[in-house]
């Protein structure tokens, strides 16, 4: 009976154990077995210059952040160049919440450094640089985990995730530098604007 009870008290605190990780609300840094694996490179061609596409990106963090995405993004700490934000990503019946520094390149450069999550090593960046008139951006990073193989099939999965919360971002990055790019806010939205 006592060992009945021993297992089930572990399944329970395996499962909010797993909850705690998964919330980002419990990151295990152990340093023991540490494995790195890239995210990325991706890339998007976006039909807007790259500062137009850096604004869009970088607004939320250095301005005030929009009522809309508040239910995605906190910032908690804020300066020119660096932050310190909250991005709440939903994850089955879950929202997953990172804690990451913010850094600002105008107009080429943005760096994500994870400094709580579900996994103990997470960088990326979204380098711009222009190509004909529009912005090549490109998704690259790094992400480790703990423990060799069993950190290796849970960073696995949380690369997936990451990946698809990114893509999600990125299109709707891409869709408002693409927005203001073809009615600037200095044209009437009734008109046409012509470009010099």
């Given at each position: 009976m006592r060992r009945l009870l021993a297992v089930g008290l572990l399944g329970v605190v395996g499962v909010k154990l797993y909850a705690l990780v998964v919330r980002g609300a419990l990151t295990l840094d152990l340093g023991i077995g540490r494995r790195t694996s890239p995210l990325g490179p991706v890339r998007w061609t976006i039909d807007a210059p790259p500062e137009a596409v850096f604004d869009v990106i970088a607004t939320p963090y250095l301005d005030r952040t929009p009522r809309a995405l508040q239910q995605k993004l906190a910032v908690w700490e804020g300066g020119s160049d660096m932050v310190l934000a909250a991005h709440f990503t939903p994850v089955r019946r879950m929202v997953a919440t990172t804690l990451e520094t913010v850094r600002f390149a105008r107009p080429r450069r943005i760096d994500f450094r994870l400094v709580r999550g579900p996994v103990p090593h997470l960088s990326e960046s979204f380098e711009?640089?222009?190509?004909?008139?529009?912005?090549?951006?490109?998704?690259?990073g790094e992400l480790g985990t703990d423990l060799w193989g069993p950190g290796a099939w849970w960073g696995a999965r949380v690369a997936h995730a990451w990946e698809k919360a990114v893509r999600a971002s990125l299109e709707g990055v891409q869709a408002e530098a693409e927005r203001r790019t073809a009615n600037p806010p200095s044209c009437p939205t009734h008109g046409r604007c012509e470009r010099g």
């Open positions: 711009l640089r222009e190509v004909d008139g529009a912005t090549e951006l490109v998704w690259s």
